[in-house]
């Protein structure tokens, strides 16, 4: 069974930065398409950022291109996200997903496809 395990968020000022990590167990990571998402009180869950297996492609979301960086580790199964100049229309939860079903980056790279999730990990940015 596979595990999505988040962490790294918490309280940070505007312009601030966090560093998110996602733990995965069960799965051969190293083969799995994974991504971050958000969302927000009274929002939908968004995309935020994916990356490929290989870790060779990645892609972001407008709101996020440029100040976010997505990353992983396959050697430690690990997922990152780490977010600089944070706004306060950053904060949400943070989710991070994986595809375990080897679906088309032409979709993933949009944040369709992803099929197992994480609990998810609070970032509040407020000064």
């Known amino acids: 069974q596979v595990q999505l395990v988040e962490s790294g968020g918490g309280l940070v000022q505007p312009g601030g930065s966090l560093r998110l990590s996602c733990a995965a167990s069960g799965t ?3 083969g799995d398409a994974m991504g971050w998402f958000r969302q927000a009180p009274g929002k939908e ?8 297996p290989s870790g060779s492609s990645t892609s972001y979301a407008n709101s996020v291109q440029g100040r976010f960086t997505i990353s992983r ?3 430690k199964n690990t997922l990152y996200l780490q977010m600089n ?18 679906s088309s980056w032409r979709s993933l790279k949009h944040g369709v496809g992803y099929d197992s999730w994480g609990q998810g990990t609070q970032v ?4």
């Open 45 to 52: 869950r968004e995309f935020v950022a994916g990356i490929t």
């Open 28 to 30: 051969i990571f190293s």
């Open 85 to 102: 100049s944070l706004k306060p229309e950053d904060t949400a939860i943070y989710y991070c997903a994986a595809d375990l079903r080897d």
């Open 124 to 127: 509040t940015v407020s000064s």
């Open 73 to 75: 580790d396959n050697a």
